[in-house]
């Protein structure tokens, strides 16, 4: 069981919108920068978003990611094949004294 | 360019120990803060561990306190994570990432490619 919550997959088709929902806490999400990273299959995570919406250089602008209370979002703007990865959350915990992360959303382009 | 290259992984015991190591290059090494982050087969990722640029603080996951212990070399660019009383559910794909100032946060970039660990008699 992760502490923060994620939906276990997500879908959409080419060019759609698509977001994935990320709850926490107020020792986590609620007083710390939300992270979001992107696993493609076989590879390593790669950081897509930091401090809850900032975009690393090379990450593409369809790329977004916004925090409001206790969770997060991150969405995907005209969805391309090649963004059909593991999608994960993450945020340091106060209360854990260490770095949480969401279990995960699988991310189908139909 | 930064890179991180994991060893050290391989099949243990129950109840053994491994050594990982983490080599790391092109930047300023004890800047940084360093974590360890596990997928087992299959799974979501698990943090493990993270220390400071100076390695004067650590952090563990309840799941391998008491177990694991991580530490760094900043004369070698390297950062280490010893595992003893190994479990079966310790078994993991271990990455090593950097992470982007000098304390444990999450915002781990970048990544290395990860060694195996297999825990099984």
């Known amino acids: 069981q992760s502490v923060l919550t994620q939906p276990p997959s997500a879908s959409g088709t080419p060019g759609q919108r698509v977001t994935i929902s990320c709850s926490g806490s107020s020792s986590n999400i609620g007083s710390n920068s939300v992270y979001w990273y992107q696993q493609l299959p076989g590879t390593a995570p790669k950081l897509l978003i930091h401090?809850?919406?900032q975009r690393p250089s090379g990450v593409p602008d369809r790329f977004s990611g916004s925090k409001s209370g206790t969770s997060a979002s991150l969405a995907i703007s005209g969805l391309r094949s090649e963004d059909e990865a593991d999608y994960y959350c993450?945020?340091?915990?106060?209360?854990?004294?260490?770095?949480?992360f969401g279990g995960g959303t699988k991310l189908t382009v139909l | 360019e930064v890179e991180l290259l994991e060893s050290g992984g391989g099949l243990e015991q129950p109840g053994g120990s491994l050594r990982l190591s983490c080599a790391a290059s092109g930047f300023s090494f004890s800047s940084y803060a360093m974590s360890w982050v596990r997928q087992a087969p299959g799974k979501g990722l698990e943090w493990v561990s993270g220390?400071?640029?100076?390695?004067?603080?650590?952090y563990y996951a309840d799941s391998v306190k008491g177990r694991f212990t991580i530490s760094r070399d900043n004369s070698k660019n390297t950062l280490y994570l010893q595992m003893n009383s190994l479990r079966a559910e310790d078994t993991a794909v271990y990455f090593c990432a950097k992470e982007g100032w000098n304390y444990v946060g999450g915002m781990f970039d970048p990544w290395g490619q990860g060694t195996l660990v297999t825990v099984s008699s």
């Open positions: 220390i400071s640029g100076s390695g004067g603080s650590t």
């Open positions: 401090r809850n919406n």
């Open positions: 993450a945020a340091w915990d106060d209360s854990l004294s260490g770095v949480v």
